[in-house]
């Protein structure tokens, strides 16, 4: 069997660990003393395989300022924001199905920051995807005092806050990272979410990263599995002419990341969660439909 064919599975199953990686991480670190270190290693890889492969790199000073701009939004501000909110409360299920809104805030800032106007159809797929959202957040505040509600308020915001990073980092590249090598590329953005998380760390207090088995675990996995192999297994899939196939990925992305919190770390499937991941879902699809058909 190629890679070819079960590389779409093998990507989101990588891919969806993403949002299981941190409760095992919160055990023993905290969110930004841990990303320091992820950040610095993967820039440390990235670094490594750029110089064994003779990767040329990008010599003006904008072509850098870009890439570590972009690194910033894309790693540092999103991935800071979901490793917190997922560290202070928000279940990984939770935050998977977020992570759809993607898609959706992508659509709704087109018609300022490109021009392009929504259809009916993509209006819809807003609505149900926001409207999904909410359903699948009624057994986090079923039941709360109004105390416990902002407390667990807080997280959530966060979390969707963190979406406008990778949208605005996604944009952002498409627009000004178009050129050069993909490894020394990735280690100025990693150097630039290195920028966003550390001061972070050296701002909230003590930064906790307590050593452990489980631990460097989690460490390595985030670093060469996520960072490295699973971004390398994307731009794999688009090389290969599977464009449309690698975006649609994103519809599986929650009902995954349920799954998997389910079996690995007991996080009930609480109807309304399952009901509002289907919405979210078809949400999703209906905001992309433009951008298929017209492809």
């Known amino acids: 069997m190629s890679l070819e064919r079960f590389a779409p599975a093998l990507f989101v199953l990588l891919w969806s660990s993403g949002w299981i990686a ?8 905290s969110a930004e003393a841990f990303l320091s270190v992820r950040f610095a ?14 990767a ?9 300022g870009h890439a570590v701009l972009s690194g910033a939004l894309m790693h540092g501000v999103y991935l800071g924001g979901v490793w917190w909110a997922i560290f202070n409360g928000v279940p990984a299920s939770i935050s998977g199905v977020i992570a759809a809104l993607q898609p959706l805030i992508t659509a709704a800032v087109a018609p300022w920051m490109i021009g392009e ?27 709360v005092s109004p105390e416990m509600f902002v407390e667990r308020a807080v997280p ?23 050129s050069g090598d993909m490894c020394s590329n990735a280690v100025w953005q990693y150097v630039g979410a290195l920028a966003v998380v550390l001061p972070l760390s050296l701002l909230t207090g ?5 050593v452990s088995a489980e631990l460097l675990l989690v460490l390595v996995w985030s670093v060469l599995i996520l960072s490295m192999g699973a971004v390398m297994l994307l731009l794999y899939l688009i090389g290969r002419g599977q464009v449309s196939r690698a975006a649609s990925l994103i519809y599986l992305m929650p009902p995954a990341v349920a799954i998997e919190s389910f079996v690995f ?5 609480h109807m309304p969660m399952i009901v509002g991941t289907v919405i979210v879902v078809i949400g999703v699809w209906l905001a ?6 017209a492809s």
């Open 56 to 64: 040329p790199w990008p010599r003006q000073p904008r072509a850098i």
């Open 288 to 293: 992309g439909r433009k951008s298929q058909t």
């Open 156 to 178: 959530v915001a966060v979390n969707i806050l963190a979406m406008n990073g990778v949208v605005l980092g996604t944009l952002y590249q498409k627009r000004f990272v178009t």
């Open 22 to 29: 941190p409760v095992y991480a919160s055990r023993h670190s």
């Open 117 to 143: 106007r929504l259809s009916p159809t993509q209006l819809l797929g807003l609505v149900l995807g926001f409207a999904g959202i909410v359903i699948a957040l009624i057994p986090t505040f079923q039941g």
């Open 265 to 269: 770390l007991g996080e009930p499937l």
């Open 206 to 210: 003590p930064a906790r990263f307590d």
């Open 41 to 54: 290693c993967a820039a440390a890889c990235f670094l490594l395989v750029a110089l064994v492969f003779r």
